[in-house]
């Protein structure tokens, strides 16, 4: 684990050349529209978005995404593939919480994809997230299981080496989510002889 952030800005633009990254991102996409009633009504918020390998295929059964991010370069990424949808529903917004940014903006579903080990605490965005959240709307995250640090060769920016799904359930029950469920979204098998790290997604509702 490590006490520094993490600079994204430098990966953006290879980021989507990972297959395996390509893949997670469409099982957990998978397992949200399984889990979530998805509507073309809704509007929805793609936290720590990155190239948005999450919510641009949650895009043709909702109404709206906000992709936020700290990384400009992940956003212009992101910006760029939206563009090739028909839809004009599409926007990015840059914001750094861990430099005291504030999230704005209410939302019917918030989405936040492999991000939560990058933060040191996760109770005040969850806060954050309960407050943009609109009654009967939903909040998923998913985020890997506890793991002996493996899954990342560069450490720079982890603070946790993944989460108990029972410890997350109840900082989802102290943010004020209700309705708080957890399946297995995804396996992901780095090779080398290594076995798979398991990825929770874990849903509350307002």
């Known amino acids: 684990m490590s006490n520094a952030f993490r600079n994204f800005d430098t990966n953006a633009a290879t980021w989507?050349?990972?297959?395996?990254?390509?893949?997670l991102a469409r099982d957990i996409a998978a397992a949200i529209r399984k889990q979530i009633p998805l509507t073309p009504q809704?509007?929805?918020?793609?936290?720590?978005?990155?190239?948005?390998l999450v919510s641009l295929q949650l895009l043709p059964f909702v109404g709206s995404?906000?992709?936020?991010?700290?990384?400009?370069g992940m956003l212009d990424v992101f910006a760029a593939k939206a563009a090739?949808?028909?839809?004009?529903?599409?926007?990015?917004q840059f914001i750094d919480v861990a430099h005291g940014d504030v999230l704005t903006g209410t939302y019917?579903?918030?989405?936040?994809?492999?991000a939560f080990h990058h933060m040191p605490d996760v109770a005040p965005i969850l806060s954050?997230?309960?407050a943009?959240?609109?009654?009967?709307?939903?909040?998923?995250?998913?985020?890997l299981d506890p793991e002996d640090g493996r899954f990342h060769e560069d450490h720079t920016g982890v603070f946790h080496d993944g989460f108990e799904r029972m410890a997350l359930c109840d900082e989802f029950a102290r943010a004020g989510y209700a309705?708080?469920?957890?399946v297995t979204a995804a396996e992901v098998n780095k090779g080398n002889g290594q076995e798979g790290f398991s990825i929770f997604l874990i849903m509350g509702k307002k």
């Open 16 to 23: 989507d050349d990972v297959p395996r990254r390509v893949t």
């Open 42 to 52: 809704m509007d929805v918020l793609d936290f720590a978005c990155g190239t948005g």
């Open 65 to 72: 995404i906000v992709g936020m991010d700290s990384s400009q």
């Open 84 to 92: 090739q949808f028909p839809q004009n529903t599409v926007r990015t």
């Open 108 to 114: 019917d579903l918030i989405v936040c994809s492999m």
């Open 128 to 130: 954050q997230f309960y």
């Open 132 to 143: 943009c959240t609109r009654s009967g709307g939903y909040l998923c995250v998913a985020d």
């Open 179 to 182: 309705d708080i469920n957890v």
